[in-house]
C-alpha cells in the first residue's frame, strides 16, 4: 500500500535494540549485521502487521540470543513462533544510550504501540501516521477508529518533535500532521453520515458516493474505512444495521 516497503530502526550502543523486525529479507538481516556484528540484543515490534513482525524467525535464527517483545495480540502473535515477552503500557526499555517509553496507540492494530524517547522528544510512530498517505483502519480485522482517533490525541498531548514512521519519510512538524489527520477523519466521518441521510445504506454504495473515480485497486481500503467509521458511529449510538444495510439511528 505504501509503495517503498517500511522502515526499521536500529539503536546502538550499550542496550542494542532493532524496532521493528522487518520480513527476514536477506538485505535487512545483512544491513543489520552490518551495523552491529553479534545482531540486536532486543527486537520492539510496534504491532503485529506481517511488515513489522514476520521477520523475527529469519533474525532469531541468526542471533539466537535476541529478545523479542510486543504489546499481545491474543490469537495472532502465535503466528510469529519466538518466546515474546509481554509489552506493557508505559514501559520503559532501555534503547541504545537511554531509554524508551512504549505508548499503547490502538486503533491501527490492537496492539499497536509507539516508542518514545522523551530526552529528545522523539517519538517512534510505527504506522501511527505517515506523511504521504492516510492510516488504514482495517475494521474487519482487529482495527477501530474511535480508538486510533483517541491514540492519535494520546500522542498529541506528548508533544513530540518528530515523528519516525514505520513508513515515509520523518515527520518534522507532528503537531500540524497528526491535526491534518483528525481534520480529514471529521471530515470523512460528514460525508458517510451524509449518505447515511440521503437513504445510502450499503458499504459498496457509500464508497462509489465518496471515493469517486477511485482506482479499482484500492476499493478493498476504501471499503475498510468506511466500514471503520460505520462501527464507530453505531458505537455512538448514531447509527444502526439490519443485515448487510447501515442507516442513521433514529430514536
Do not use: C
Not at 542494542?16 to 535487512?28: M, W
Not at 524508551?100 to 491501527?108: E, K, V
Request: charged residues 20%.
Amino acid at each position: 500500500m505504501t509503495g517503498s516497503g517500511n522502515w526499521t530502526y536500529f539503536l546502538p550502543g550499550r542496550h542494542p535494540v532493532l524496532i521493528d523486525a522487518g520480513t527476514g529479507e536477506a538485505a535487512h538481516l545483512e544491513a543489520i549485521a552490518d551495523a552491529r556484528l553479534e545482531g540486536p540484543a532486543h527486537v520492539v515490534v510496534t504491532h503485529g502487521h506481517g511488515d513489522h513482525a514476520s521477520g523475527v524467525s529469519a533474525i532469531r535464527g541468526r542471533w539466537p540470543e535476541t529478545r523479542f517483545s510486543k504489546y499481545p495480540w491474543p490469537g495472532r502473535d502465535v503466528r510469529y513462533p519466538v518466546p515474546w515477552q509481554p509489552l506493557a503500557d508505559g514501559a520503559v526499555i532501555p534503547a541504545g544510550g537511554g531509554e524508551l517509553t512504549a505508548i499503547h496507540t490502538p486503533g491501527h492494530a490492537p496492539d499497536h504501540v509507539a516508542l518514545f524517547d522523551e530526552r529528545s522528544r522523539t517519538l517512534f510512530s510505527g504506522d501511527l501516521v505517515t506523511l504521504t498517505t492516510t492510516v488504514v483502519i482495517l475494521a474487519s480485522h482487529g482495527g477501530s477508529l474511535a480508538q486510533y482517533l483517541d491514540s492519535l490525541r494520546r500522542v498529541l498531548a506528548l508533544s513530540p518533535v518528530r515523528l519516525l514512521p514505520a513508513h515515509g519519510a520523518p515527520i518534522e512538524d507532528p503537531t500540524a500532521v497528526i491535526q491534518k489527520y483528525l481534520d480529514h477523519r471529521a471530515e470523512r466521518e460528514a460525508q458517510v453520515v451524509a449518505g447515511l441521510r440521503s437513504g445510502i445504506g450499503s458499504i459498496d454504495a457509500l464508497v462509489a458516493e465518496i471515493y469517486r473515480g477511485l482506482q479499482p485497486a484500492l476499493v478493498p481500503m476504501a471499503r475498510e474505512s468506511v466500514l471503520a467509521h460505520l462501527i464507530k458511529l453505531e458505537q455512538e449510538g448514531r447509527a444502526r444495521r439490519e443485515g448487510e444495510e447501515w442507516m442513521e439511528y433514529s430514536s
